[in-house]
Structures are given as structure tokens and as C-alpha cells.
């Protein structure tokens, strides 16, 4: 069974930087990619970044380039999303998913096996 398990979301001030967790199970980070995705209260999900290990690939959004940092730890199970020099406008739930054949569309792949998510608050 497939398991994506969020982590590390907070309130944090305008300017400031967080590090999101997602602890994995039940497939093989060698074979599929991760992503973050998130969505804000009214908004539409979307895609934030993704990890490809087996391409050796790594995508991130516009609004988040050069912000946000995706890595892997695979000794842990564990994708990171390390998110800098936060905005109010970053503020959301964060989810990271597992590629599947079907699914949502980000960067190439698509995502159909998502973790519960975990809230991140930017305050002005």
C-alpha cells in the first residue's frame, strides 16, 4: 500500500523559511517520481516541485523558483521541500504525491496517490 506522509508545516513570518517533510511507503523512489503540490482556501491545486531520481530530475514551479529547494533523502524515505524567503501568498495546505499513470499533470508527469497534506501560514 502506498503511503505519502506530510510533515513540518507551520505559521512562519513574511520573509521567513520552512523545511517540509514527505515520508514514503509502499513503492520504489528509484521507478517514480515525488511532487509537492499545493492549494489555497478557493484555489485550484497546483504544482509546485518535483523529483525524478531515476531521470535525475528536478522541476519547480515559476512562483517558486529560486525559492524553494526539492531534495531526497532515500535512506529515510523522505522527500524535503525546502521553502525560502516565504510570501503571504505561498500561504496553503501542502501535499506531495507519488506519480501514477494517471492522475494530475505537473512537469511532465502525473500524480495520482496523495498524502494528507500539511498547512503552511506566510503572515504579512
Known amino acids: 500500500e502506498v503511503q505519502l506522509v506530510e510533515s513540518g508545516g507551520d505559521l512562519v513570518q513574511n520573509g521567513g523559511s520552512l523545511t517540509l517533510s514527505c515520508v514514503y511507503s509502499?513503492?520504489?523512489?528509484?521507478?517514480?517520481?515525488v511532487g509537492w503540490f499545493r492549494q489555497a482556501p478557493g484555489k485550484e491545486r497546483e504544482g509546485v516541485s518535483l523529483?525524478?531520481?531515476?531521470?535525475?530530475?528536478?522541476y519547480y514551479s515559476d512562483s517558486v523558483k529560486g525559492r524553494f529547494t526539492i531534495s531526497s533523502d532515500t535512506a529515510k524515505n523522505t522527500v524535503y521541500l525546502q521553502m525560502d524567503n516565504l510570501a503571504p501568498e505561498d500561504t496553503a495546505t501542502y501535499f506531495c504525491?507519488?506519480?501514477?499513470?494517471?492522475?494530475?499533470?505537473?512537469?511532465?508527469?502525473?500524480?495520482?496517490?496523495w498524502g494528507q497534506g500539511t498547512p503552511v501560514t506566510v503572515s504579512s
Open positions: 509502499g513503492f520504489s523512489f528509484d521507478d517514480f517520481a
Open positions: 504525491a507519488a506519480e501514477e499513470g494517471y492522475g494530475v499533470a505537473f512537469g511532465g508527469f502525473k500524480f495520482g496517490l
Open positions: 523529483i525524478s531520481k531515476h531521470l535525475n530530475f528536478k
